[in-house]
């Protein structure tokens, strides 16, 4: 197993990253597409009319700016890290949407989907506390 | 119907890409230099490899399945639901890139598992 200081470090920097845009994008995108509507894709123009107003959305495209950095993190990490810590650490994303959905949708979070969140949150400290890497660097 | 068939593309796609996308970085390389221009290589690099173009595939169709979802669902709903791919992330993490899944790593996956479920059973 190869571990050390940096290697810690910059895997929880990108993981931050991680935790804040990806919840971000979705909500973004959330947003973007409530105002739309639903979607229906019977016909070639209703789907051109839906990909219309997807595109002329600055939301929509705020939510995919941010999905990339998130994306772009992700890859990043996961050349060195494993993928079975990196996808449950990166779950901390959780507490993050529930805030964002509560504070800037408005969406009504009950308690159980907050203990929730907070039974997530010990699960990320558990995989937190085994080594970021398993496998040999290629 | 049609949302439980877009969440199965969600989770069933999603995670599958994302093993695709950590096998290609994993053949890629550590990343050491965060410099823009080395970064603007490391993705040229990637997108040499094969099994990039696969997790991309996959993640694209996860994707667009979770914009038909949140035209629909809340957000609050549709990202914790999405969280139900731990258990195959981590069984892919160790058959298909060789990883060590300690007993404390896998259960801090059930912890997120455990989480989930109560996200989702306090949906309103």
């Known amino acids: 197993m190869k571990s050390s200081a940096g290697l810690h470090l910059k ?32 016909t070639p123009a209703e789907a051109l009319d839906l990909l219309s107003r997807v595109l002329t959305s600055s939301t929509i495209w705020l939510g995919i700016g941010s999905l990339l950095i998130f994306f772009a ?16 650490a ?4 959780y507490g993050m949407s529930a805030l964002l959905a509560h504070f800037l949708l ?18 990320v400290l558990v995989v937190g506390h085994t080594p970021p890497r398993t496998t040999e660097p290629s | 119907m049609l949302v439980f068939v ?33 970064l603007v290589g490391v993705i040229i690099r990637a ?5 990039m173009w696969a997790g991309l595939t996959l993640m694209g169709t996860a994707f667009f399945s979770l ?38 790593r896998w259960a801090g996956v059930l912890l997120v598992c455990i989480g989930v479920a109560l996200v989702v059973m306090g949906r309103r």
């Open chain 2, 47 to 51: 997108l040499r490899v094969s099994w």
């Open chain 1, 73 to 88: 993190a992700n890859m990043l990490v996961l050349s060195w890290a494993d993928y079975s810590y990196v996808q449950p």
């Open chain 1, 90 to 93: 990166s779950s901390a994303a």
């Open chain 2, 67 to 104: 914009l038909a979802v949140l035209s629909r669902e809340n957000v609050s709903v549709v990202v914790p639901v999405t969280a139900l791919s731990y258990g195959a992330g981590a069984l892919g993490g160790k058959f298909f890139l060789g990883e060590q899944v300690t007993p404390r």
């Open chain 2, 6 to 38: 877009f969440y199965l593309l969600i989770i069933g796609a999603g995670t599958g890409g994302e093993l695709c996308v950590s096998r290609a970085m994993k053949a890629v390389g550590e990343v050491k230099d965060f410099r823009p221009a080395a």
């Open chain 1, 11 to 42: 895997t929880y920097l990108l993981i931050f990253l991680m935790v804040i845009f990806g919840p971000l994008g979705n909500v973004l995108l959330g947003k973007g597409m409530k105002r739309i509507g639903a979607v229906s894709i019977g």
């Open chain 1, 106 to 123: 408005h969406e009504v979070v009950m308690p159980t989907r907050w203990l929730g969140v907070l039974v997530i949150c010990l699960g």
